[in-house]
């Protein structure tokens, strides 16, 4: 299974410790993890994931590698911009959202919009039932995060 990680590319300590072990859990379980590839909780669930030898992908906005976060294992270069955030949406078969601001809050949006699963922790909620389906799930730690990703993606 293929879980994306979405969250600001700068975030206090808090979230990125919530983000580091999100993507420790997410290797743990065998799945790829997939994320923007950059800094922030990216960063710290990339780290996460290759700390129990788990496969990383980051999806870059730039047109090069050079950003690149040091814990990926596969570095893609779009030179998109934040267009990106539909290709990340769209690799993951179920999203663990943590924290985030307005890309965050797109890619959100963008997994809903293409009936992948968004489970959060400490994100937008998109529960006040303006949305199709469950909107973002709250989970409460990164283990039931993960947990609920592999539930609802099947």
């Not at 998109?80 to 267009?83: L, N, P, Q, S, V």
């Given at each position: 299974m293929y879980i994306a990680v979405i969250g600001a590319a700068e975030c206090e300590s808090g979230l990125s410790d919530i983000a580091y072990k999100v993507g420790w859990e997410i290797g743990?379980?065998?799945h790829v993890l997939v994320c923007g590839g950059l800094g922030g909780v990216m960063d710290a669930a990339a780290h996460g994931a290759h700390d129990v030898g788990g496969l990383v992908v980051g999806i870059l906005p730039g047109p090069d590698r050079s950003p690149a976060g040091k814990w990926l294992t596969v570095a893609i270069p779009t030179d998109?911009?934040?267009?990106r955030n539909a290709l990340v949406a769209r690799a993951g078969d179920?999203?663990?959202a943590v924290g985030g601001g307005f890309g965050t809050l797109s890619e959100i949006a963008l997994a809903l919009?293409?009936?992948r699963p968004v489970v959060g922790l400490e994100t937008w909620g998109l529960d006040e039932g303006r949305v199709e389906g469950p909107g973002v799930v709250k989970a409460a730690t990164p283990e039931e995060a993960v947990r609920?990703?592999?539930e609802l993606a099947g």
């Open positions: 743990r379980r065998g998109m911009g934040h267009a179920a999203l663990v919009k293409m009936g609920l990703a592999e």
